[in-house]
């Protein structure tokens, strides 16, 4: 067993109660594994289900990252629970860029302008700060729609700080799906607007899978929370629109 994958570095084999969690049943664990030295290790069990606690911290990450695309909700509790990632920030920025990226191509595609004075360009590069500007509204709204929800439909689940912002990290996270939008747009070809779509769908199966694994609910309560999310978003956008703005 190694203490190192290629999602994260795991933390010491003991920690306090509730550090870790079973990937299988979501109960509390104190240790990922035990070490008996000599290179001896064993992957520790769960109390509850009598199943090893973390599986994958011998897997491969290539193997985890098929599990993570394929929505298992395992996987889902290796990355939130058990690993120490703290790119967060980072892919989120990362995401919207790619974003903000489609939407600038799409407007320029748009414009028949082919002028190349100094003004053009710059027009051009603040439409892309533009685009960022107006993802980002739309991805915060999303998210305020989503934890709204949950906060009103089960306040028990997030009732300390730390609850709000694990949930917020799991969103970032469960995010990833969008990196997909650059490769659908370089090799572009008649099917690149059903590629987009199915890029949309498959983010927001993310998203629910983060909600249930993260708050442990069943399948019906993320996905109520997405639909408000998607509504509140949606309206920033129809704001934009009456505004006159291009997105």
């Not at 000599?38 to 520790?44: F, K, N, P, Q």
């Not at 996987?75 to 690993?83: D, E, G, K, S």
């Not at 690149?192 to 899978?209: G, M």
Request: with cysteine.
């Amino acid at each position: 067993v190694g203490a190192v994958t290629g999602l994260g570095v795991l933390p010491r084999p003991m920690a306090a109660l509730g550090a870790y969690r079973c990937i299988e049943c979501n109960g509390e664990a104190t240790e990922l594994y035990r070490d008996y030295q000599r290179g001896v290790l064993r992957i520790s069990i769960c109390k509850s289900c009598q199943k090893p606690v973390d599986k994958y911290i011998e897997y491969d990450p290539v193997i985890i990252l098929i599990n993570a695309v394929l929505c298992k909700a395992q996987a889902y509790r290796h990355i939130l629970f058990n690993t120490k990632i703290n790119i967060h920030g980072k892919l989120c920025v990362f995401c919207l860029l790619c974003e903000a990226y489609i939407r600038w191509l799409q407007l320029q595609d748009s414009s028949q302008n082919t002028d190349p004075d100094d003004l053009i360009r710059y027009a051009r590069e603040w439409d892309f700060y533009r685009m960022f500007g107006i993802a980002s509204l739309e991805q915060t709204s999303f998210f305020i729609g989503i934890f709204i929800t949950l906060w009103w439909m089960t306040p028990e689940m997030l009732k300390r700080k730390s609850d709000f912002i694990l949930l917020l990290k799991a969103l970032l996270l469960s995010t990833y799906g969008k990196l997909l939008l650059i490769p659908a747009v370089i090799w572009e070809h008649d099917y690149t607007p059903l590629c987009l779509a199915f890029i949309k769908v498959f983010v927001l199966i993310s998203n629910s899978q983060a909600i249930r694994v993260t708050l442990n609910l069943n399948r019906i309560l993320p996905w109520f929370a997405i639909f408000f999310g998607l509504i509140l978003e949606n309206g920033v956008v129809f704001l934009f629109q009456k505004m006159g703005w291009d997105i």
